[in-house]
């Protein structure tokens, strides 16, 4: 059974940063993509950034330049480095793996993002 564990998350101040994880069971996260969502209170869940097996990335354009989304293999663990948070930032975010579907299949069950000005 896969499981994505999210930890990270909290309060900071516009302008701060957060460094999210995302740890998955055995060897999954390293032999799949791995995207960041987030959903804001109100809003549809959106697509942040992903991570393929290879290590190309990809980025919504408001956070572009803002995050990294990086992986480490060896701890099964994919990060999301969030610079220059602004409050639009403030969500609760879920690691998503994408499997042999092409779809994100398997969820975590999120970690808050609270960025106040």
């Known amino acids: 059974q896969v499981q994505l564990v999210e930890s990270g998350g909290g309060l900071v101040q516009a302008g701060g940063s957060l460094r999210l994880a995302c740890a998955g069971s055995?060897?999954?996260?390293?032999?799949?993509?791995v995207g960041w969502h987030r959903q804001a209170p109100g809003k549809q869940r959106e697509w942040v950034a992903t991570?393929?097996?290879?290590?190309?990335?990809s980025y919504v354009d408001s956070v572009e330049g803002r995050f990294t989304i990086s992986r480490d293999n060896a701890k099964n663990t994919v990060y999301l480095q969030m610079n220059s948070l602004k409050p639009e930032d403030t969500a609760v975010y879920y690691c998503?793996?994408?499997?042999?579907?092409?779809?994100?299949?398997?969820w975590g069950q999120g970690t808050q993002v609270t960025v106040s000005s």
């Open positions: 998503a793996l994408r499997s042999w579907t092409g779809a994100y299949d398997y």
């Open positions: 055995g060897s999954i996260v390293s032999s799949n993509a």
């Open positions: 991570v393929t097996h290879d290590g190309s990335t």
